[in-house]
């Protein structure tokens, strides 16, 4: 059956080969110390329940001080960071798992606690409609070419540290989707308006990092998270994500990561009722699929294969029990598992909802 294929080794197209399909979903822990620098705490995490994946995604390390997501991210923003992210790669490489750091802008969604009072910004001085944040600055166009350079030098980083690659973060309403999104980004510039204008600036990131990684002396992978609508009325659609996508994917990205609620949640924006990861499969079949979002039981595995996913992140199931990967074929470990909510867990709701 198809959900055997993630017990067995994976390799990307550009030789990294991980020992199964399984990976350990990017996570906001908020375990580092007030500057973002590598923890006790997270090295611990990640020693613990990194052991039984393929691949380890370290979720949400910020690419500079403006673009802190929350108080206890981790920072990728500095040189004085790559001593502690060597730390927390051996860890994660001493369990057999491959490494991958997760890039991230906070743009608008973030708030002057967070960032240490940097200055929150955004593609437009629009206030996000949720959480809490401040009101973001405009980016000037010099701005945005500096958080270009940004993500490639916190990739530069990444290579140094001895991580096996880097997720770019297009997801969650952070600064990549910003961008995308007609409701956060009225700029009239080249960075704003059409399609194509607002797609610029994601593309930009991306070819960055690319060009970045192709320094590594070593196979190192670059992925794209992505969410892949916004339900709110004038938001992100479906169909504009798509063309992004279709974009992307003449890119050459090692994988695509679906950042769903649920893996098999219908589409919002299209007058269809097909799973949301088909639909991108269909689009950009050539570019490898990660797919995310409430995988937990046997069946889920099965059904997230039937999708067309190359690659299945788990979250709240490692969390709960790193060994879940040998288990998930055995429906009596997992009994009453699907019924925990973040409460039970003792999760902070914000990082559940992502799980």
Same mark, same amino acid.
Not at 4 to 22: I, K, M, S
Not at 190 to 211: C, E, I, K
Not at 286 to 306: C, E, F, K, N, S
């Given at each position: 059956?198809?959900?055997?294929?993630?017990?067995?080794?994976?390799? $990307?197209?550009?030789?990294?080969?991980?020992?199964?399909?399984?990976?350990?979903?990017?996570?906001?822990?908020?375990?580092?110390?007030? #500057?973002?620098?590598?923890?006790?705490?997270?090295?611990?995490?990640?020693?613990?329940?990194?052991?039984? @994946?393929?691949?380890?995604?370290? &979720?949400?390390?910020?690419?500079?001080?403006?673009?802190?997501?929350?108080?206890?991210?981790?920072?990728?923003?500095?040189?004085?960071?790559?001593?502690?992210?060597?730390?927390? *790669?051996?860890?994660?490489?001493?369990?057999?798992?491959?490494?991958?750091?997760?890039?991230?802008?906070?743009?608008? /969604?973030?708030?002057?606690?967070?960032?240490?009072?940097? !200055?929150? @910004?955004?593609?437009?001085?629009?206030?996000?409609?949720?959480?809490?944040? =401040?009101?973001?600055?405009?980016?000037?166009?010099?701005?945005?070419?500096?958080?270009?350079?940004? $993500?490639?030098?916190?990739?530069?980083?990444?290579?140094?540290?001895?991580?096996? &690659?880097?997720?770019?973060?297009? *997801?969650?309403?952070?600064?990549?989707?910003?961008?995308?999104?007609?409701?956060?980004?009225?700029?009239?510039? =080249?960075?704003?308006?059409?399609?194509?204008?607002?797609?610029?600036?994601? /593309?930009?990131?991306?070819?960055?990092?690319?060009?970045?990684?192709?320094?590594?002396?070593?196979?190192?992978?670059?992925?794209?998270?992505?969410?892949?609508?916004?339900?709110?009325?004038? &938001?992100?659609?479906?169909? =504009?994500?798509?063309?992004?996508?279709?974009?992307?994917?003449?890119?050459?990205?090692?994988?695509?990561?679906?950042?769903?609620?649920?893996?098999?949640?219908? *589409?919002?924006?299209?007058?269809?009722?097909?799973?949301?990861?088909?639909? @991108?499969?269909?689009?950009? !079949?050539?570019?490898?699929?990660?797919?995310?979002?409430? +995988?937990?039981?046997?069946? #889920?595995?099965?059904?997230?294969? #039937?999708?067309?996913? #190359?690659?299945?992140? @788990?979250?709240?199931?490692?969390?709960?029990?790193?060994?879940?990967?040998?288990?998930?074929?055995?429906?009596?470990?997992?009994?009453?598992?699907?019924?925990?909510?973040?409460?039970?867990?003792? +999760?902070?709701?914000?990082?559940?909802?992502?799980?």
């Amino acid at each position: 059956m198809g959900e055997f294929q993630y017990e067995r080794p994976y390799t $990307f197209a550009n030789g990294l080969r991980l020992r199964n399909g399984f990976c350990l979903a990017p996570l906001d822990l908020r375990t580092s110390l007030f #500057d973002g620098a590598v923890s006790q705490n997270d090295c611990t995490f990640y020693q613990q329940h990194t052991g039984q @994946v393929g691949l380890s995604i370290v &979720g949400s390390l910020y690419v500079a001080p403006a673009g802190s997501t929350v108080t206890g991210s981790m920072s990728i923003a500095d040189d004085q960071q790559i001593a502690g992210l060597k730390q927390l *790669a051996a860890a994660i490489h001493q369990q057999g798992s491959r490494a991958v750091v997760q890039l991230v802008h906070a743009g608008r /969604m973030t708030n002057h606690f967070a960032t240490n009072g940097a !200055p929150v @910004v955004g593609p437009s001085a629009i206030r996000g409609t949720h959480g809490q944040v =401040d009101q973001p600055q405009a980016l000037t166009t010099a701005q945005i070419d500096t958080i270009v350079a940004d $993500f490639g030098a916190a990739t530069q980083r990444a290579i140094a540290a001895g991580f096996d &690659g880097v997720e770019i973060h297009g *997801a969650n309403s952070f600064l990549l989707q910003q961008f995308m999104s007609p409701l956060s980004n009225q700029r009239q510039d =080249d960075y704003g308006g059409s399609l194509v204008n607002r797609m610029y600036f994601p /593309m930009r990131v991306a070819q960055r990092v690319l060009t970045v990684a192709t320094r590594a002396q070593r196979p190192f992978v670059v992925g794209y998270r992505i969410s892949p609508e916004e339900i709110e009325a004038g &938001g992100l659609s479906l169909a =504009d994500n798509l063309v992004l996508i279709r974009a992307l994917s003449h890119l050459p990205l090692s994988y695509l990561s679906l950042s769903l609620r649920d893996y098999a949640q219908p *589409a919002v924006t299209l007058a269809t009722q097909r799973p949301v990861a088909e639909l @991108v499969k269909r689009f950009a !079949p050539q570019l490898p699929l990660m797919i995310a979002g409430g +995988i937990r039981t046997h069946a #889920d595995v099965a059904r997230v294969a #039937d999708l067309g996913a #190359d690659l299945a992140a @788990v979250g709240q199931q490692m969390i709960v029990d790193p060994a879940w990967p040998k288990k998930f074929r055995q429906p009596e470990t997992l009994k009453g598992k699907a019924d925990w909510t973040a409460t039970t867990l003792g +999760i902070p709701e914000s990082i559940y909802r992502y799980l």
